[in-house]
T-cell receptor
């Protein structure tokens, strides 16, 4: 089966600019996650979707971050405006059931804010 | 608040020997644990899991041990191979909720 697709792989932007990331999960996976991994840290959940509904966005900085999953398939994560501390790898993952048995991660988007 | 901790940032092991990676957690509600392996420029890949109803789970060269009283789990790789060189993350969740990840341990297996 095809894996989780993410684009772009790399992005460099200046602070205060906006940026968007795209994720296409594994076909049939109802649950989609966006994680932020800052260098030297473990992945941190930003938002979890079940189909096209939000299950958990408690750690999403909603003043600057937004995410949507229209039609319950692919998803976009947006940052506007970006800050230096947003520099990280943004990982998308999907699973066929909520949480357990592990997720399948995409390769991530490495964002550098300068 | 780091609920899952991996206190060893790095580990080096000779090929053929045992690699032991450790993970501690603080939340007693955690009941499911995963280990992920991550190569550079790739996303983490699922390696092995364990439920809190067990204290050991084995899959080929990989074994995970869970000590609930100590809130500690470990991943044993026997024998270690150069291809095992990667960053290993442990993750924990309480049923139905999100997984919390540790900061990772970089394993280097020396040929």
């Amino acid at each position: 089966e095809a894996g989780v697709a993410q684009s772009p792989r790399y992005k460099i932007i200046e602070k205060r600019q906006s940026v968007a990331f795209w994720c296409n999960p594994i076909s049939g996976h109802a649950t989609l996650y966006w994680y932020q991994q800052i260098l030297g840290q473990g992945p941190k959940l930003l938002i979890q979707f079940q189909n096209n509904g939000v299950v958990d966005d408690s750690q999403l900085p909603k003043d600057r971050f937004s995410a949507e999953r229209l039609k319950g398939v692919d998803s976009t994560l947006k940052i506007q405006p970006a800050k230096l501390e947003d520099s990280a790898v943004y990982l998308c993952a999907s699973s066929s059931r909520t949480a357990h048995r592990g997720y399948t991660f995409g390769s991530g988007t490495r964002l550098t804010v300068v | 608040d780091q609920q899952v901790k991996q206190n060893s940032p790095s580990l080096s092991v000779q090929e053929g020997r045992i690699s032991i990676l450790n993970c501690d957690y603080t939340n007693s509600m955690f009941d499911y644990f995963l280990w992920y392996k991550k190569y550079p420029a790739e996303g983490p890949t699922f390696l092995i899991s364990i439920s809190s109803i067990k204290d050991k789970n084995e899959d080929g060269r990989f074994t995970v041990f869970l000590n609930k009283s100590a809130k500690h789990l470990s991943l044993h790789i026997v024998p270690s191979q150069p291809g095992d060189s990667a960053v290993y993350f442990c993750a924990a969740s309480a049923t139905g909720n999100q997984f919390y990840f540790g900061t990772g341990t970089s394993l280097t297996v020396i040929p």
